[in-house]
């Protein structure tokens, strides 16, 4: 089956500190995968690198077997924290942007997320919304282009768990069948029902990466598994190459 | 792709927004400065015009130092924000048209200023026309072709100033992105003064060099009165042009948004 990501020794330095090392990650079309890891492990690092924000990283990311940075940041959406817009901005004005900036942007699959998450009027002010309705922006942001990778970097900070458990149920429908969604998430038994695979990242490496499926079949929950291995270590290339 | 036009559009709306701003406070300042004119009747005179033009020159200085601060800072902040940066374009054209799209508001507020000079210039034309011949006797029809070169100076200066302003921004972000993670600001604000005495120095440099050029031609053509500025501008240009070609390579290769 066709790769929509493909990551080939990927490293990134930063500050004289290693973030990222040898980095091999290919993830087929369709799937929603959970990048896992504690605080610090790289796993922002990982998605601005996808994203191409990231300068220097070194190693092949293609996306759709593109390598260009611009034809990658035309292919991907990637969790915005909107720093770059100030606080007096109106949510109408930030949505505008990004219709005009963004040519895969549909102002109705917008609506349509901002009726379903419901986090106020397009006029209030970016200053005005909590930090659980700022998420529920920049979700509904995210998913309203019609990208072919959706980054979700913690997207539910802030969000109280009701509506964390609403989004979650319905993160699926909001991607087209063929697009990839990777989400990184402290939650991980609350967005473990809906991954097909998962990449743990511990100590600057990709340590594993399995199907959501496989790990079921072995009795364990998502949880377990990620818990397990980040205590016992790194997987071994074989192994890796095993999963693959 | 995002083209061209819409980046433009995009950056020039945020960059309006802000010297429409300036704009509004401009005119309300040369407004309240009008009002003891208007009690005292000096404004209801002949003169209302050169009182009008007397307050607007000796407010522009404010404006256009306050529309340069601004636009530089907006631009700036184009080249760290993920706002911009996750847009996909190349980092030349998103470069290009954050410069473009910062003169033209400049220009804007260059216009204002100008629109004051122009009252007073069609209510006073006899005046200003006999002045202007007495003063610039010999220049004759051609004090045009000056006003047209210390234009372009001006445009090449800004542009010269913008680049330089983008380089030592975007070199102190690629340097301190090498640096250790601890003390960042330290090392930030040695950096910083570090390039700044260096682009100071640069530029005295540059000035002397091209004042000798411009005497150069004094001495070959005696008109330096309009070749002069023009070369002026030329050089400045093209010192802006190598000086931007750094800042898109930095851009591509060195230069992140913040995390």
């Known amino acids: ?244 | 792709m995002t083209s061209f036009r819409r980046m433009n559009k995009v950056l020039l709306t945020d960059k309006i927004k802000t010297v429409g701003w300036i704009i509004s406070a401009y005119i309300v300042v040369i407004l309240l400065s009008l009002l003891p004119d208007m009690f005292n009747g000096n404004f209801f005179s002949k003169q209302w015009s050169a009182v009008l033009m007397q307050y607007a020159i000796s407010w522009s200085w404010l404006a256009t130092l306050l529309a340069f601060i601004f636009l530089t800072w907006l631009s700036e902040k184009v080249y760290t924000s993920n706002r911009y940066r996750l847009i996909p374009i190349s980092d030349t054209k998103l470069y290009l048209s954050n410069i473009l799209s910062s003169l033209i508001a400049f220009i804007l507020v260059s216009l204002v200023e100008v629109i004051f000079v122009l009252i007073f210039y069609l209510f006073n034309m006899k005046q200003i026309s006999t002045m202007l011949s007495s003063s610039f006797s010999g220049v004759g029809s051609r004090v045009w072709l000056l006003l047209l070169a210390l234009v372009l100076v001006s445009l090449a200066g800004i542009l010269f100033w913008w680049a330089m302003i983008s380089l030592i921004h975007l070199l102190t972000t690629a340097i301190s992105r090498a640096l250790p993670a601890n003390h960042q600001t330290l090392y930030k604000i040695i950096i910083y003064i570090v390039l700044i005495y260096i682009a100071i120095w640069m530029f005295n440099k540059l000035q002397a060099w091209i004042s000798q050029l411009a005497y150069l031609q004094y001495m070959m053509y005696s008109s330096s009165v309009y070749t002069g500025p023009m070369w002026t501008a030329l050089i400045m240009f093209v010192i802006a042009v190598v000086i931007s070609a750094a800042n898109i390579w930095l851009l591509n290769k060195e230069a992140e948004t913040k995390q």
Do not use: C
């Not at chain 1, 796993?43 to 191409?52: C, D, E, Q, V």
């Not at chain 1, 991907?76 to 505008?96: C, H, P, Q, W």
């Not at chain 1, 930090?131 to 970097?153: F, P, Q």
């Not at chain 1, 087209?176 to 100590?203: P, Q």
């Open chain 1, 1 to 244: 089956m066709e790769n929509t990501i493909e990551l080939k020794n990927v490293s990134y330095k930063r500050n004289q500190r290693v973030i990222l090392e040898n980095i091999n990650l290919a993830v087929q079309k369709g799937t929603t995968i959970g990048l896992l890891g504690e605080n610090g492990a790289g796993k922002t690092t990982l998605m601005r690198s996808i994203a191409g924000i990231a300068k220097g990283a070194r190693g092949t990311i293609k996306i759709k077997n593109e390598a260009g940075i611009v034809e990658r940041k035309a292919l991907v959406s990637y969790t915005d924290s909107l720093d770059g817009f100030s606080r007096g901005t109106k949510i109408a004005d930030i949505v505008e942007f990004y219709s005009l900036v963004y040519t895969d942007f549909s102002n109705d699959k917008y609506r349509e997320l901002s009726d379903f998450l419901d986090f106020g009027s397009d006029q209030q002010k970016l200053g005005e919304l909590s930090k659980g309705m700022k998420e529920k922006l920049v979700i509904s942001l995210t998913l309203a282009r019609r990208a072919s990778v959706y980054l979700l970097d913690e997207p539910f900070e802030g969000i109280d768990s009701m509506t964390r458990k609403k989004i979650v149920n319905s993160l699926i429908q909001w991607k087209s069948s063929e697009a990839v969604m990777v989400i990184s998430d402290h939650y991980i038994t609350e967005i473990a029902g809906l991954l097909d695979e998962v990449a743990i990242i511990k100590d600057d490496k990709l340590i594993a990466q399995e199907k959501a499926e496989k790990i079921r079949e072995q009795g364990k929950s998502i949880e377990d598994f990620y818990e397990g291995l980040y205590e016992k270590g790194v997987q071994t290339d074989d192994e890796l190459s095993k999963n693959e």
